[in-house]
């Protein structure tokens, strides 16, 4: 297998982070190589992140700036993972435009690519607050509940996946489904594939304002109850097939 990275982050409203983001994390592409790239998907933000998007563009030739209708987080984490197949990556890489994952900390899952099929951060030092930490507790009981495996902290935006291995999960994923990562950490887990948690900190929001607050969460969780039940399902069918 050959080295092509792609690093995949959504971005919505990050006017205020979005630029420092890309910064940071433009470096490990032109570090690897220029087949690498460092791809952004607009998801119909209503601020200037797109605008800003391109013109980081303009000085950065490994950066791809991607625009696209609302669809929220895991629409859009969707479309990016599958534009980075199509374009040809061999390790898609997913974190957000936020700031608050640290570039410094990638470079332990890339040395150990070839031992995994998923590489996930367990955010073990965090800083975003306590209901966000209450929150990834509620979802790993659930998870363990609904779909009998257990993952540390299965919504990280923190992983890396060798395209193969994303290329066959990917399909059991609904378009609309929101909890994107969450249900990719789930299928991964129940077919036994390669997977590993590496812990890594989590910064407090660089800027601008979250978009998730705790109304959102609880609707989002909600509707992941009710699709789980369905998805169940197809998950325990594709695996005995």
Not at 23 to 40: D, F, K, M, Q, S
Not at 197 to 226: C, D, E, H, V
Request: proline share 4%; glycine share 6%; net charge neutral.
């Amino acid at each position: 297998m050959s080295d092509i990275l792609y690093i995949v982050m959504p971005a919505y409203n990050e006017s205020a982070n979005i630029m420092a983001t890309l910064a940071e994390w433009y470096p490990i592409v032109e570090r690897l190589g220029n087949h690498c790239r460092l791809v952004t998907v607009n998801d119909g933000s209503r601020d200037n992140t797109l605008e800003l998007m391109q013109k980081f563009a303009e000085q950065h030739p490994q950066f791809v700036p991607l625009d696209k209708a609302n669809s929220g987080h895991g629409g859009t984490v969707l479309y990016a993972y599958r534009y980075a197949l199509q374009s040809g990556a061999d390790w898609i890489f997913q974190t957000d435009t936020d700031g608050q994952t640290r570039p410094n900390e990638f470079w332990q899952f890339w040395e150990q690519r070839h031992e995994y099929d998923m590489s996930i951060g367990n955010r073990t030092e965090r800083e975003d607050g306590f209901s966000r930490i209450v929150v990834t507790r509620i979802l790993r009981l659930v998870i363990q509940l609904r779909f009998g495996v257990y993952i540390p902290d299965a919504n990280t935006p923190f992983r890396l996946m060798s395209a193969q291995s994303l290329r066959e999960n990917i399909m059991l994923v609904p378009d609309d489904f929101n909890l994107t990562n969450v249900l990719l950490s789930v299928i991964y887990m129940k077919k036994h594939q390669r997977v590993c948690f590496i812990p890594i900190t989590f910064r407090p929001r660089q800027g601008g304002n979250n978009s998730i607050n705790l109304k959102n969460i609880f609707a989002i969780g909600k509707r992941a109850l009710k699709d789980f039940k369905i998805l169940i399902i197809k998950i325990d069918q594709n695996i005995s097939a």
